[in-house]
Antibody, heavy 119, light 110 residues
Framework: QLQLQESGPGLVKPSETLSLTCTVSGGSISSSSYYWGWIRQPPGKGLEWIGT???????HYNPSLKSRVTISLDTSKNQFSLRLSSVTAADTAVYYCARVRGNFRVDYWGQGTLVTVSS | NFMLTQPHSVSESPGKTVTISCTRSSGSIASNYVQWYQQRPGSSPTTVIYEDDQRPSGVPDRFSGSIDSSSNSASLTISGLRTEDEADYYC?????????FGGGTKLTVL
């Protein structure tokens, strides 16, 4: 059974960079069948697509976040990561990592991790 | 860019049928598949419908999806409502540049 687990700091200061890692177990991120992605949800609000990465390293980012987002792979550790720079309070959210199939269907989600941006 | 618009909330009684709409603002709803996710409080979302009208294994056949090109919208219909269906529901679709969720609909079963 595939499992995804987010990890990283729960508190980030304004203007700094948010960094999260997703560890995948029960499957390989080197598979050509899937994308790996990040989705966030501000407290009490809806879901927002952040971006995806393919096993080849090819990325696609939400245009509204593109200038601040980097998603990368570490195949040796079966992990992928999110970096979001110049954060503000508006970036406070639960961040989910996910496996994404063709047609951008999310079929596995991590449990989510709350990141708060505050000084 | 396009948007997906859902009603903020819907409510219905147990045993009844409810339909949640998802209207695409531009571009054809039929051009790109629509997914529907259920999110219960404190939990990660789960898929209830994918590729417009397909049910993942384990999702009861009380859940169905459809698209309507005339209104440029997708719909999630839940029949035989149960209290356990009370949750937030999100539609999701995409185009060549964007992958988007609708704003979500809170379903209350009362």
């Amino acid at each position: 059974q595939l499992q995804l687990q987010e990890s990283g700091p729960g508190l980030v200061k304004p203007s700094e960079t948010l960094s999260l890692t997703c560890t995948v177990s029960g499957g390989s991120i080197s598979s050509s069948s899937y994308y790996w992605g990040w989705i966030r949800q501000p407290p009490g609000k809806g879901l927002e697509w952040i971006g995806t990465i393919y096993y080849s390293g090819s990325t696609h980012y939400n245009p509204s976040l593109k200038s601040r987002v980097t998603i990368s792979l570490d195949t040796s550790k079966n992990q992928f990561s999110l970096r979001l720079s110049s954060v503000t309070a508006a970036d406070t959210a639960v961040y989910y990592c996910a496996r994404v199939r063709g047609n951008f269907r999310v079929d596995y989600w991590g449990q989510g991790t709350l990141v708060t941006v505050s000084s | 860019n396009f948007m997906l618009t859902q009603p903020h909330s819907v409510s219905e009684s147990p045993g009844k049928t409810v339909t949640i709409s998802c209207t695409r603002s531009s571009g054809s709803i039929a051009s790109n598949y629509v997914q529907w996710y259920q999110q219960r409080p404190g939990s990660s979302p789960t898929t209830v419908i994918y590729e417009d009208d397909q049910r993942p294994s384990g999702v009861p056949d009380r859940f169905s999806g459809s698209i309507d090109s005339s209104s440029n919208s997708a719909s999630l219909t839940i029949s035989g409502l149960r209290t356990e269906d009370e949750a937030d529901y999100y539609c999701q679709s995409y185009d060549s540049s964007n992958r988007l969720f609708g704003g979500g609909t809170k379903l209350t079963v009362l």
